[in-house]
């Protein structure tokens, strides 16, 4: 069969294309809708987190509250116990010192030479001690510094003076010294 069309050639049936934009021509719009919905998202998960730290304090608060009393207490404990601290120190340092004057004497007892006399001992501070005496001569008073120095008490001992004088005519050498004591360590072995 032969077909005639009769229809001008710009009447006929046409094919329609539909153009789409392109892509370029949405991105005004759709960006600041997409940085809108992302403001929005921010904003009520900053809102819920905020949501739970107020929920977190009132619950931190309300513990502190509940527990106010226990930490008062633990306080007053702890100071309480540096005060026992501080008192059981002062006696644990009396107790290690208790015998170290009595040693002190000992030592010097041991080493006063016989013919001299000792008149005068006090102690300067903690850790040095002043010695007067009076002797018949240099002699004994060099022996009894280089003695002195020897003992474990007495660490070095000064020479600060000596002076010639008289006691019911008979010629005395009077002597003055210092010297720096120290405790030795304790040897537990031996109990000294």
Known sequence: MIRINLLAQD???RRRSIKLP????????????VVLL?????????????????????????ESRRLAPQIARIKQLERERAQ???RLDAITNL????YFRVHLMSEL???FPTNAWLTEY??????RVEVKGISFSNFIVADFLRDLGKSDYYEIADLVFTQRGKIKDV???EFNLTADVNQPPVDFASGR
Not at 38 to 62: N, P
Not at 95 to 98: A, H, V
Not at 122 to 127: D, F, G, L, Q, R
């Open 122 to 127: 006090h102690e300067i501070n903690p850790s």
């Open 84 to 86: 026992l601290d501080m």
């Open 38 to 62: 992302a403001c929005g998202a921010t904003f009520f998960l900053q809102q819920r987190t905020v949501g739970q730290l107020d929920s977190d304090i009132a619950e931190a608060k309300e």
């Open 95 to 98: 107790d290690r010192e208790r």
């Open 22 to 33: 392109a892509v370029g021509a949405f991105a005004p719009a759709v960006i600041p809708i």
């Open 109 to 111: 007892a041991r080493n």
């Open 171 to 173: 010629k005395m050498l």
């Open 11 to 13: 009447e006929g049936p």
